[in-house]
């Protein structure tokens, strides 16, 4: 299902008028505001925010010092899952992308996308561009035998000192966790091995309760990866918004952005640590499972309530 939004001016944000949409959508969102807009769009309950953020860490020049800035559980979360795969059989390696692996990797891709409610098959629309820079991908990959059972396509990107993770997907069952933190790990392990200052996860919409589920943002973050703002990585990736969650319809509760710390200038904005905004009908939510490095701060805001 597509998410029922209402775009509204600078205006209609901050003179009431957005409260005519409030039972008709989930979202009332103030597309490109003017930055000095941003300060009373504060106030009116609209929050400035990058339409889409990166996700990145810095490789480091050694595990253990990325393992050392780690909480001692997502620590546990990692080996564990090393030792899963292993227990399983499988064979966790790096390899050039070729033809054969691709259509492998799509066929898991699609899979892994059709199971989801809201999911966009991303991947299939860029595979002539992946097939184009095919030299520049090392992919790492877990194999059950001769089958592919999960896979991250990573482009080396030696320009920008940095490894990025492009798509990734592993197969259905209790042990895709599993499978997903170890190909991030080694993707930070490739980034070092190439002596690249960074590994990033690529892009995700800034709104995680649609297409990308909260739990997403927790993972990442347990990582010990940062969100970004896009053009902070990626020049001209995104724009900037103002939105308010006004109701549950088809956004998940909780939903979560990141917005943009209040800064004197757009540039001060942009580069200063996210907020993370967390939005609830409940009263009770624990926020603790979407702490992060590297945020500002979290805050709540009541849906639905009085």
């Given at each position: 299902m597509g998410l029922?939004?209402?775009?509204?001016?600078?205006?209609?944000?901050?003179?009431?008028?957005?409260?005519?949409?409030?039972?008709?959508?989930?979202?009332?969102?103030?597309?490109?505001?003017?930055?000095?807009?941003?300060?009373?769009?504060?106030?009116?309950?609209?929050?400035?925010?990058?339409?889409?953020?990166?996700?990145?860490?810095?490789?480091?020049?050694?595990?253990?010092?990325?393992?050392?800035?780690?909480?001692?559980?997502?620590?546990?979360?990692?080996?564990?899952?090393?030792?899963?795969?292993?227990?399983?059989?499988?064979?966790?390696?790096?390899?050039?992308?070729?033809?054969?692996?691709?259509?492998?990797?799509?066929?898991?891709?699609?899979?892994?996308?059709?199971?989801?409610?809201?999911?966009?098959?991303?991947?299939?629309?860029?595979?002539?561009?992946?097939?184009?820079?095919?030299?520049?991908?090392?992919?790492?990959?877990?194999?059950?035998?001769?089958?592919?059972?999960?896979?991250?396509?990573?482009?080396?990107?030696?320009?920008?000192?940095?490894?990025?993770?492009?798509?990734?997907?592993?197969?259905?069952?209790?042990?895709?966790?599993?499978?997903?933190?170890?190909?991030?790990?080694?993707?930070?392990?490739?980034?070092?091995?190439?002596?690249?200052?960074?590994?990033?996860?690529?892009?995700?919409?800034?709104?995680?309760?649609?297409?990308?589920?909260?739990?997403?943002?927790?993972?990442?973050?347990?990582l010990g990866f940062?969100?970004?703002?896009?053009?902070?990585?990626?020049?001209?990736?995104?724009?900037?918004?103002?939105?308010?969650?006004?109701?549950?319809?088809?956004?998940?509760?909780?939903?979560?952005?990141?917005?943009?710390?209040?800064?004197?200038?757009?540039?001060?904005?942009?580069?200063?640590?996210?907020?993370?905004?967390?939005?609830?009908?409940?009263?009770?939510?624990?926020?603790?499972?979407?702490?992060?490095?590297?945020?500002?701060?979290?805050?709540?805001?009541?849906?639905?309530?009085?």
């Open positions: 029922p939004m209402a775009l509204i001016d600078v205006e209609q944000a901050l003179n009431g008028q957005w409260r005519r949409f409030e039972g008709a959508v989930d979202i009332v969102r103030v597309q490109d505001p003017p930055v000095d807009t941003w300060p009373d769009l504060r106030e009116a309950g609209f929050l400035p925010k990058p339409q889409v953020v990166m996700w990145r860490a810095e490789a480091l020049d050694s595990e253990e010092k990325y393992l050392a800035a780690l909480s001692g559980k997502d620590r546990y979360d990692i080996r564990s899952a090393y030792r899963k795969v292993a227990e399983a059989g499988l064979h966790v390696s790096t390899e050039p992308l070729t033809v054969p692996l691709l259509d492998a990797f799509m066929d898991l891709y699609e899979q892994q996308v059709s199971a989801m409610r809201n999911g966009l098959a991303v991947a299939l629309q860029q595979r002539p561009q992946i097939l184009a820079e095919a030299d520049t991908y090392r992919v790492v990959t877990v194999r059950s035998g001769d089958a592919l059972v999960g896979a991250c396509l990573n482009q080396d990107l030696p320009a920008n000192d940095e490894m990025r993770a492009r798509f990734s997907a592993v197969t259905a069952g209790g042990r895709g966790d599993s499978l997903t933190r170890v190909l991030y790990v080694e993707t930070l392990r490739e980034a070092r091995l190439r002596g690249r200052r960074w590994a990033t996860l690529g892009r995700d919409i800034n709104l995680y309760g649609h297409v990308v589920k909260a739990g997403l943002f927790s993972f990442k973050a347990r940062v969100a970004v703002p896009g053009q902070l990585v990626e020049p001209g990736s995104g724009s900037h918004q103002a939105d308010r969650v006004v109701r549950f319809e088809e956004l998940a509760d909780p939903t979560l952005l990141l917005s943009y710390a209040p800064a004197p200038g757009e540039t001060a904005s942009v580069t200063a640590p996210l907020w993370l905004d967390v939005y609830t009908s409940s009263e009770e939510l624990d926020v603790r499972p979407f702490r992060g490095p590297g945020l500002a701060g979290t805050r709540v805001h009541p849906v639905g309530r009085p």
